[in-house]
């Protein structure tokens, strides 16, 4: 398997929730180090990215928890700008990319990513229909391209990596395989609203899958 970096995307405003969510507890540990708990199992560092004018502790809680924070270059775009950011941080071939706000991330997941890896510029999971960009594998070299997708104005990660399977380029990684590795696909859950937090919280008190 490639030597791998995890990124977390951490820019984000939270309007719905009204409050920074990689600081939120969830089984009573900062979401943020549920995370990086998760990634340094193997990821072989941690590039936590946030935005340039963000005024919360989200930036000081990752020096803390010892991960090489760096700011978004395209505030305002969503998580493509993050990504981009996010790998021209990274020193491996690879890194896997994942929002501030997935208290479940699967450290199972990102090995059986990096094993299909060879060959591919991403491994992407599909659940439900739908790629998941923010639980995905990215060779680093595809900075360059986001960038230039970035400077066209196409803001969409999911677009993107069409473009890559397409091209053959990219690898999705079925929902099947992924519910072998987590059942219930809490690896794929996000925290967006109170209701998702009650949620997740409520997770804990239930077995891990």
Known sequence: MPAITGIIIAGGRASRLGQSKPLLRVGGKLMLARIAEALEK???EIVLVVRSDQDDAVADTGLALRMHVVADNFNDVG????????????????????GADHPFVSHALIFALGELSDGYDAVVPEIGGLLQPLQALYRTTLMDEIKSALQADQRSPMNFLRTLIEANRAL????????EISPELRAFVDVDSPDDLKRARAMFLHSWD
């Open 172 to 179: 999705v990684y079925p929902e099947e395989s992924a519910r």
């Open 79 to 98: 998580p493509f700008g993050g990504i981009e950011a996010g790998l021209r941080a990274t020193t491996t071939e690879f890194a896997f990319v994942t």
């Open 42 to 44: 193997v990821c072989r």
